[in-house]
């Protein structure tokens, strides 16, 4: 139900922008969230937008960096990242789950509360 694309090779300080497409529901009142699996490492939240509210959160490593936003045909969501960094690469997936409310500062990266998941997207940034 959701795919990830935008993936790719870049230099360090590039950009890329990546997008969650969801097929068979529309955002409407979930919670869109990015996550990224470093080599080697755990999967850590990147970022999370709420359709209904608005609210947006970024992991520290990222702020200033990605921004996240919502089309208004309720089926995408990008994460538009600049400036990147050797240490941004890994494997990017989108995450939803079903929310009225915004997300909490708290609990937002917490990938086991996300209920559906799309493949990922490879992202490589070269130094």
């Known amino acids: 139900q959701l795919q990830a694309s935008g993936g790719g090779l870049v230099q360090a300080g590039g950009s890329l922008r990546l997008a969650c497409v969801a097929s068979?529901?529309?955002?409407?009142?979930?919670?869109i969230g990015w996550f990224r699996r470093a080599p080697g490492k755990e999967r850590e939240g990147v970022s999370c937008?709420?359709?209904?509210?608005?609210?947006?959160f970024y992991a520290d490593s990222v702020r200033g960096r990605f921004t996240i936003s919502s089309d208004n045909d309720k089926i995408t969501v990008h994460l538009e990242m600049n400036s990147l960094k050797p240490e941004d690469t890994g494997v990017y997936f989108c995450?939803?789950?079903?929310?009225?409310?915004?997300?909490?500062?708290?609990?937002?990266?917490?990938?086991?509360?996300?209920?559906?998941w799309g493949r990922g997207t490879q992202v490589t940034v070269s130094s």
């Open positions: 937008i709420s359709k209904s509210t608005g609210t947006t």
């Open positions: 068979g529901v529309t955002f409407t009142d979930y919670v």
């Open positions: 995450a939803a789950v079903a929310s009225v409310g915004p997300p909490l500062p708290s609990t937002w990266a917490i990938s086991g509360l996300y209920d559906y």
